[in-house]
């Protein structure tokens, strides 16, 4: 059974950082490439992070480039969002996405918020 399982999330001060994770299993996860997407109160999913399988090659949504930091474990199954100087506009769910040709995964999503 796959599952992918964020965890990570909660209430943090702007200007604060919060460290994400996303652990898989029942696929090969060294094999797929992996998400991070965030969808914001009201708003569409949009996506803010990518990282290749091997972890080699990352991309970035314009709005997170040089805070946020993509990376991941092989051997734990497991990949991060790092999210350093946060703003009140990051708040929302983030959910992970392990993605292989046209076939995708999704977690449930964890609880960002980003607030005085």
């Known amino acids: 059974q796959v599952q992918l399982v964020e965890s990570g999330g909660g209430l943090v001060q702007p200007g604060g950082s919060l460290r994400l994770s996303c652990g898989a299993s029942g696929f090969t996860f060294s094999s797929y490439g992996m998400r991070w997407y965030r969808q914001a109160p009201g708003k569409e999913r949009e996506l803010v992070a990518t990282?290749?399988?091997?972890?080699?090659?990352?991309n970035y949504a314009e709005s997170v480039k040089g805070r946020f930091t993509i990376s991941r474990d092989n051997a734990k199954n497991t990949v991060y969002l790092q999210m350093n100087s946060l703003k009140p506009e990051d708040t929302g769910i983030y959910y992970c996405?392990?993605?292989?040709?046209?076939?995708?995964?999704w977690g449930q999503g964890t609880q960002v918020t980003v607030s005085s």
């Open positions: 996405n392990a993605f292989l040709g046209s076939i995708k995964y």
């Open positions: 990282i290749t399988n091997s972890g080699r090659i990352t």
